[in-house]
């Protein structure tokens, strides 16, 4: 663990271009078994594909995942998306996702500390939250955390429901001013190419500077 530590700050030293986190915030319990969890894998694999095949976002870029089904894990720390392999998502268990966003929040935390130490610039970081059901465990905190930090414009969320049984309203609690956008079927890929975009968009623009995201095509993702 130690190595791995001292080989993110090497890369900071190393690539002191101003960084964009983002933390996949992954819904991975028993309900996504079957073509949900396959087609969630699919779009994943191809967001990391379009971020290492940008010239300027690849540079940028961090992203971690951090799933909850059963239990939460951090299946992927921030890192040079170069080093990074794609985590293998499997299903398992209940939903809890208050503790899977107080996880996320905690890594993003840590790594803006670390930009700060390492005096690396950085983008207002995203946390990108999709589930396909209702929370199964309290909520409250993670809630209250994470609208403290979106107004005062220390974070983006992206909450996005997959199927039917999401619960909207519970989902849209964590992004006050964004409300939850539903996944057309199973168009993880057409969601997370609008990601890359959107990272891409980002990543030429001035740390601070105000980026509107194209919302033209959205359409082809979610039900509006």
Known sequence: MEDEYLLRQEELVENPTARVPICLVLDVSGSMAGEPIRELQKGVDMFFDAIKSDDIAQYSAEI???????TVEKVLDFYSIQ?????????????PMGAGVLA??????????EYQN???DYYQPWMVLMTDGAPTDNISNAVHRTQELVEAKKLTV?????????????????SPGRPPLKLKGLNFSEFFV????????VSQSTPGEKVE????????WASI
């Open 118 to 120: 390492a005096g690396i």
């Open 104 to 113: 996320a929040l905690d890594m993003l935390e840590t790594r803006k500390t």
């Open 64 to 70: 971690a995942v951090v799933t909850f089904g059963g």
């Open 158 to 174: 992206f909450p996005i429901a997959i199927g039917d049984d999401a619960n909207m309203e519970e989902l849209g609690q964590f």
């Open 194 to 201: 609008w990601l890359s975009q959107s990272v891409s968009r």
């Open 213 to 220: 995201l194209d919302t033209s095509d959205i359409d082809k």
């Open 83 to 95: 080093r990074q392999d794609v985590p293998q998502l499997s299903v398992s268990g209940l939903t």
